[in-house]
């Protein structure tokens, strides 16, 4: 990933494609950007008070009804990567391209798990 990590947990925060999800559910997609725990707590915090998300009574739901364009926003990248989703071993990572940074690489089922389409 580059980008600030904030941002781009931001980012992915705006374009998930649930109504709603558990906070759990919330975490493991920021975790796609960091695993640090006060980076986390930021995420979420800063999400909520500039109305990505709403949160209440451990649900969290998107507010913005922006989505990963699959077609524009994900590319495909030959190589040898690790999923950092489930860390699976990759010849080919899926990125997303967010105006902060990349994120990526993910496998072909991860990046759809990350975004809310699984």
């Keep these: 990933m580059d980008g600030d990590p904030v941002e781009v947990g931001l980012e ?3 374009a998930l494609e649930h109504e709603e ?5 919330a975490v493991d997609r920021i975790e796609t950007v960091t695993t640090h725990p006060s980076v986390t707590r930021e995420i979420l915090e800063t999400a909520e008070t500039r109305g990505i998300i709403e949160r209440e009574d ?5 507010q913005r009804g ?10 495909q990248k030959e190589g040898d ?3 950092r989703r489930c860390g699976a071993g990759l010849s080919t990572g899926h990125f ?3 105006d902060s940074g990349d994120l990526g690489p993910f496998g072909s089922s991860c990046i759809r798990k990350v975004t809310g389409r699984d």
């Design 21 to 25: 999800l558990s906070v759990a559910e």
């Design 58 to 62: 451990g649900v969290v739901r998107p």
């Design 81 to 83: 990567f690790e999923c």
């Design 12 to 14: 992915l925060l705006a």
């Design 96 to 98: 997303i391209r967010f």
């Design 66 to 75: 922006t989505h990963v364009s699959f077609e524009s926003q994900v590319v």
